[in-house]
């Protein structure tokens, strides 16, 4: 009996360790970050359009800024919300790549543009759909 507990617990910690993994969370936290933020920045055009959104769109010089300010903000959310899932986390930044290099003033977006080209490059990690689908098809062929 003691013997089965120590290798549950044996086997519990393992499982942790592997989860702890530097090469399991970077890009967790990577996805979490660019997630929220552009989740956050795309509710806010909607939220605050005469600041963030068609106001910030014309400003910048924009013509027709509502419909970009739209455009832009439904791509930022439903984009996040596949980063922050894991899905199809190479193909959701390429938009929000686009919109980094167009539409953006620089604040944080040095930071951003280098976290999309890490997902960009290296995926969702191990911790996302892509992951899941990816080992889901490769067991099926």
């Known amino acids: 009996m003691l013997h089965h507990f120590c290798n549950q617990i ?10 702890l993994k530097t090469s ?4 967790l936290l990577i996805r979490l970050t660019v997630g929220l933020t552009f989740l956050a920045e795309g509710i806010q055009k909607f ?16 013509s027709n800024p509502s419909f970009w300010a739209s455009f832009t903000g439904t ?13 199809f ?21 040095f930071a951003m543009t280098m976290l999309l080209i890490f997902l960009l ?5 191990n911790h996302s ?3 899941k689908l990816y080992a889901t098809s490769k067991t099926k062929s």
């Open 24 to 27: 399991d969370i970077p890009a």
């Open 75 to 87: 791509f930022e959310i439903f984009c996040s919300i596949f980063i922050l899932l894991g899905l």
């Open 47 to 62: 939220l605050f359009p005469e600041l963030l959104g068609t106001g910030r769109f014309a400003k910048i010089g924009f």
């Open 129 to 131: 759909l892509d992951s």
């Open 89 to 109: 986390t190479r193909i959701a930044a390429i938009p929000l790549l686009i919109i980094m290099i167009v539409a953006h003033e620089y604040r944080t977006d």
């Open 10 to 19: 044996l086997a519990t910690l393992f499982k942790m360790i592997k989860l």
């Open 121 to 125: 490059t290296y995926g969702g990690g």
